[in-house]
């Protein structure tokens, strides 16, 4: 196991949380078409949905209150589940971290301890009011309901078809899902850095731990973040851009911060006097020559073939080996087993 192996972990995880919200959205699609069609059954003149007959009887108000309600409690779940999520990503980040250090460095072990579910709540609250969970989501609410609001009054002035107000719909829907995708993204990534900052301070007292940041693999990476890859923290583990600077992805401050953050798939990758800690069962990754070969090659490839940080460092660990060992292995279960007990 190595830090990449944990990010890959939580990245399947995350995208399954991100599917089942996707879900949530087409469910809701389903329902809200299923109105529309009860709609058009009911009121329709000739095909269409005349202005005449959805204000009459406060018909068109009527409708919309439902839909309202309806994604109401949508976003009540979508807010529970982003904060279940949110620990999830946590914990698990913090865990497997920890896990990972105190078998490569021992000593670290003694400053690890398995955090109480209302310190996870505590941490991860946002302290900006309104870049908390639920005045996010319910900006999000808002801005669904208003936007169905205006391509049904629009689709029934224009006296469109069912099909016709059916994309306008799946348009707004679709909109609305990929905004939670984001959110959802976001704040699992802003979890993740929360916990490894945790990690690292805890890992610090007991070793000399340092961070590098890691952009991601493709081309979609923002330009500064492209730019910080394979950068090494300051002496206070701060890192910089432009009048913008953070512990790590997704904790930027500064007024640049949000634009820096949103959406950013970007991690620190934690070395650990020097090296980069991998445990895997009969290999000595943190063997001193072994390291020294895969710190140079990694700069090598930075430098001659322009890859990432993270590129460099996966094509390297595939063309080295490091020496063999006999020391017992500890599988993540039996340590957690006992780090828990």
Same mark, same amino acid.
């Given at each position: 196991m190595n830090q990449f192996d944990i990010e890959d972990l939580l990245d399947k995880k995350l995208m399954e949380a991100e599917d089942d919200l996707e879900r949530v959205f087409n469910r809701r699609l389903k329902t809200i078409l299923d109105q529309l069609s009860r709609m058009f059954e009911k009121y329709e003149k000739d095909g269409k949905l005349t202005s005449t007959e959805m204000v009459k009887y406060n018909r068109f108000d009527k409708e919309m209150a439902r839909i309202t309600q309806m994604l109401t409690d949508d976003y009540r779940q979508i807010v529970k589940d982003m904060r279940a999520l949110q620990e999830t990503?946590?914990?698990?980040?913090?865990?497997?971290?920890?896990?990972?250090?105190?078998?490569?460095?021992?000593?670290?072990?003694?400053?690890?301890?398995? &955090?109480?579910?209302?310190?996870?709540?505590?941490?991860?609250?946002?302290?900006?009011?309104?870049?908390?969970? &639920?005045?996010?989501?319910?900006?999000?609410?808002? +801005?669904?309901?208003?936007?169905?609001?205006? +391509?049904?009054?629009?689709?029934?002035?224009?006296?469109?078809?069912?099909?016709?107000?059916?994309?306008?719909l799946k348009r707004v829907l679709g909109f609305?899902?990929?905004?939670?995708?984001?959110?959802?993204?976001?704040?699992?990534?802003?979890?993740?850095?929360?916990?490894?900052?945790?990690?690292? +301070? +805890?890992a610090s007292a007991y070793s000399k731990a340092t961070k590098v940041w890691t952009s991601s693999l493709d081309t979609r990476v923002r330009k500064s973040h492209r730019k910080l890859d394979g950068q090494d923290a300051d002496k206070n583990g701060v890192f910089h851009y432009k009048s913008n600077y953070t512990l790590a992805p997704r904790l930027w401050v500064g007024i640049d911060a949000a634009s820096l953050s949103i959406n950013c798939r970007c991690v620190v990758i934690y070395k650990i006097n020097g090296k980069l800690p991998e445990y895997r069962r009969g290999r000595d990754y943190m063997d001193d020559q072994y390291q020294q070969k895969l710190a140079d090659r990694i700069e090598q490839y930075m430098a001659d073939e322009s890859m990432t940080y993270k590129q460099a460092v996966k094509k390297t660990t595939k063309e080295l080996q490091p020496p063999s060992t006999v020391i017992p292995f500890v599988t993540y279960e039996e340590w957690y087993k006992e780090f828990a007990a």
């Open positions: 990503q946590y914990l698990e980040k913090y865990l497997l971290s920890a896990y990972l250090i105190s078998q490569v460095q021992p000593p670290a072990a003694q400053g690890f301890s398995l &955090p109480s579910p209302a310190t996870v709540k505590e941490v991860l609250l946002n302290p900006i009011a309104e870049l908390t969970l &639920p005045k996010i989501l319910q900006q999000h609410r808002n +801005e669904t309901v208003r936007k169905i609001n205006i +391509e049904l009054a629009q689709g029934i002035q224009a006296g469109e078809s069912y099909w016709v107000m059916a994309k306008r609305s899902s990929n905004k939670a995708r984001t959110v959802a993204r976001t704040e699992a990534g802003r979890a993740r850095s929360i916990a490894g900052e945790k990690v690292f +301070e +805890e």
